[in-house]
T-cell receptor, first 110, second 112 residues
């Protein structure tokens, strides 16, 4: 069966520190992968999506970047976090009619 | 402009009552439309998924409808329970690359 792992679940980081959130998928091949951010009380905002290894599309300009070094691995990064990067980050994958989400990472930048 | 619009933004209902959430989309052509339930601080969980040829899909007390001609979908919750309190998100998948477009969600609060 297909599963998606996202970690860590919570993270508190100081302003200016780097960030690395990792997401891995099991049980499927060549999925579309996504990173979303959800601000408090708001809907999901697509940050990045990837249709294949090394293929990253950015939806909004920001302080973040994404990489897909392997077929089932998607990484969200930042070199220097800003206060405005705080939020709930979700990784997701989709393939034809299937789509699943990770459990999310609550990032607090202090 | 967001291609998926949901209404209302939030609603409060009494336990045992029914409610209907709306989703209008402009994604075209689309592959499928899904409804997700998201509990606070958790990832969304799929409730229903419909292709353009399907008109209705049920999952327990949740029933989704789809009108591909008017590009509208609804999610009906029957006999609401306290555990139904959550955000409900409408998601439309693009047919060409299966890119997902999300609505902002409807927050449902069920009160005893």
């Amino acid at each position: 069966s297909q599963t998606i792992h996202q970690w860590p679940a919570t993270l508190v980081q100081p302003v200016g520190s780097p960030l690395s959130l990792e997401c891995t998928v099991e049980g499927t091949s060549n999925p579309n992968l996504y990173w979303y951010r959800q601000a408090a009380g708001r809907g999901l905002q697509l940050l990045f999506y990837s249709v294949g290894i090394g293929q990253i599309s950015s939806e909004v300009p920001q302080n973040l970047s994404a990489s897909r070094p392997q077929d089932r691995q998607f990484i969200l990064s930042s070199k220097k976090l800003l206060l405005s990067d705080s939020g709930f980050y979700l990784c997701a994958w989709s393939l034809v009619t299937e789509a699943f989400f990770g459990q999310g990472t609550r990032l607090t930048v202090v | 402009k967001n291609q998926v619009e949901q209404s209302p933004q939030s609603l409060i209902i009494l336990e045992g009552k029914n409610c209907t959430l709306q989703c209008n989309y402009t994604v075209s052509p689309f592959s499928n439309l899904r409804w997700y339930k998201q509990d606070t601080g958790r990832g969304p969980v799929s409730l229903t998924i419909m292709t353009f040829s399907e008109n209705t899909k049920s999952n327990g007390r949740y029933t989704a409808t789809l009108d591909a001609d008017t590009k509208q979908s609804s999610l009906h919750i029957t006999a609401s329970q306290l555990s139904d309190s959550a955000s409900y998100i409408c998601v439309v998948s693009h047919i060409n690359d299966y890119k997902l477009s999300f609505g902002a969600g409807t927050t449902v609060t069920v009160r005893a």
